[in-house]
T-cell receptor
C-alpha cells in the first residue's frame, strides 16, 4: 500500500520569506498524481497544487511551486513571499493513476510571523 | 462555484447512539468519500462510493457504514457511537474518470461522543 510521510509537524516562516514543506511517499507504481492541500482554520480543504508523475517539469501556481524528485520519491512544496493568509495545515496526498482514492500525509502546520 | 455541504459543523452525541452524518454535492461527481481527520494521523479514508448504491471500504471502516441512494448524497452512519469515534469527519467528491481530478471537500463535522 502507498504511504505518504510529512516529517515536519510544524514549521514557521517570517512574512515575505520563503519556506519549504517536505513530503516523501512510497509506491511501486509509475503512474500517479501528487497533491498539496491547504486547510486553514476555517477547515475548508483547498487544493494548492498538483503534479502528474509522468511530467518532468515541476508544477507552479503563483507563489507556490513544487520540487518533484521522482527517483527519490520526494514532493516538497515551496511557498515564496509568505503571507499571513498562508498560515494553515498543509497536507501532501498521493493518488494512483488508476485509482480514485487519495492517501494523505499527517500534515504540517505552517505558522507565518509578522 | 462547486460545493460540498455537510449538514452539521458540530455534533455532540452519547455513547451507543446511532449517528448520521450527511453530505451533499452539487457537481454531479461520481465519486464521494468520507475521511476522518485526527491530529498526527492526517486524513484516513473510511468509505468511498463511485456510483449510486455502490460502496467500498477504505482503510478504517470498522464501526461505520454508508449509504448512497442518490448521486448527490452520501451518508456516513455510526451504528453505535463510541468515544474513540470522536473526531473531525470530512466529506469529499471528485470525478470518476479523471485521475488528476482533485477532491472537493466539505467544511467538516466535528463529532464529540461522550
Amino acid at each position: 500500500a502507498q504511504t505518504v510521510t510529512q516529517s515536519q509537524p510544524e514549521m514557521s516562516v517570517q512574512e515575505a520569506e520563503t519556506v519549504t514543506l517536505s513530503c516523501t511517499y512510497d509506491t511501486s507504481e509509475s503512474d500517479y498524481y501528487l497533491f498539496w492541500y491547504k486547510q486553514p482554520p476555517s477547515r475548508q480543504m483547498i487544493l494548492v497544487i498538483r503534479q502528474e508523475a509522468y511530467k518532468q517539469q515541476n508544477a507552479t501556481e503563483n507563489r507556490f511551486s513544487v520540487n518533484f524528485q521522482k527517483a527519490a520519491k520526494s514532493f516538497s512544496l515551496k511557498i515564496s513571499d509568505s503571507q499571513l493568509g498562508d498560515a494553515a495545515m498543509y497536507f501532501c496526498a498521493y493518488r494512483s493513476g488508476n485509482g480514485n482514492k487519495l492517501v494523505f500525509g499527517a500534515g504540517t502546520i505552517l505558522r507565518v510571523k509578522s | 462555484d462547486v460545493k460540498v455541504t455537510q449538514s452539521s459543523r458540530y455534533l455532540v452525541k452519547r455513547t451507543g447512539e446511532k449517528v448520521f452524518l450527511e453530505c451533499v454535492q452539487d457537481m454531479d461527481h461520481e465519486n464521494m468519500f468520507w475521511y476522518r481527520q485526527d491530529p498526527g494521523l492526517g486524513l484516513r479514508l473510511i468509505y468511498f462510493s463511485y456510483d449510486v448504491k455502490m460502496k467500498e471500504k477504505g482503510d478504517i471502516p470498522e464501526g461505520y457504514s454508508v449509504s448512497r441512494e442518490k448521486k448527490e448524497r452520501f451518508s456516513l452512519i455510526l451504528e453505535s457511537a463510541s468515544t474513540n469515534q470522536t473526531s473531525m469527519y470530512l466529506c469529499a467528491s471528485s470525478h470518476l474518470t479523471r485521475s488528476d481530478s482533485p477532491l472537493h471537500f466539505g467544511n467538516g463535522t466535528r463529532l464529540t461522543v461522550t
